[in-house]
């Protein structure tokens, strides 16, 4: 168990909708990060926050968007929902900003129909 | 620090034999490398890391090497078991962009 924490673990959901998948990061964590994994993209980076602030942001689509809370956990919003955008999506903590040693949650897979 | 190159892209090894991942990063600005392992479902694990004032680094029955000259990075799996099977990654941090770009990773397979 690396200590970071995601749920749901499983999210069905249709074209169009809207979700919501949360990161507890591993106690003492400050810094969180979002990647997508998908069959034909492997691992992407989306975006980084450290302490409440964005850091860092990759091949985010602008149909995605996060956000990390003053108690530190982070939640990634995905709208407008498409058949590619199924995928694993993890979160991982570090205790840097600086992007080394991170540490992955179980993920959330999520499946459009 | 967008491409790392991985490959194999499958490898399969008898148990007991060694398995050797390589990859080849572009930035020189790169200053850590992870590697991580996941199984089948399961989130990526990391298993052994090297930053860039090292060459080698050694864990338990796992040895990475660094040539910052050519850039390249290998990973060495020694005595392998069927608990090794898995799909391994390589990446790299440069300094300053926060964020980790990952190979396409390698799947080993451990024939019993």
């Known amino acids: 168990d690396s200590g970071v924490t995601q749920t749901p673990k499983h999210l069905i959901t249709a074209t169009g909708q809207r979700v919501t998948l949360r990161c507890s990061p591993r106690?003492?964590?400050?810094?969180v990060y979002w990647y997508q994994q998908s069959l034909d993209q492997g691992l992407q980076f989306l975006i980084q926050?450290?302490?409440?602030?964005?850091?860092a942001k990759g091949n985010i689509l602008e149909r995605f968007s996060a956000q990390q809370f003053p108690d530190l956990h982070s939640e990634l919003n995905l709208s407008s929902l498409e058949l590619g955008d199924s995928a694993l999506y993890f979160c991982a903590s570090s205790a840097s900003w600086t992007g080394d040693i991170q540490y992955f949650g179980a993920g959330t897979r999520l499946s459009v129909l | 620090g967008e491409n790392v190159e991985q490959h194999p892209s499958t490898l399969s090894v008898q148990e007991g034999d060694s398995a050797v991942i390589k990859c080849t990063y572009s930035d020189s600005a790169s200053n850590y490398f992870p590697w991580y392992k996941q199984e089948l479902g399961k989130r990526p694990q990391l298993i052994i890391d090297i930053r860039s004032n090292m060459d080698k680094r050694q864990g338990q029955r796992v040895t990475v090497l660094l040539n910052k000259t050519v850039k390249h990075l290998s990973l060495q799996i020694a005595a392998t078991q069927p608990g090794d099977s898995a799909v391994y990654f390589c990446?790299?941090?440069?300094?300053?962009?926060?964020?980790?770009?990952f190979g396409a990773g390698t799947t080993v397979t451990v024939r019993a």
């Open positions: 926050y450290y302490n409440g602030e964005e850091r």
């Open positions: 106690s003492g964590d400050l810094s």
């Open positions: 990446a790299e941090n440069m300094r300053d962009d926060y964020k980790l770009s």
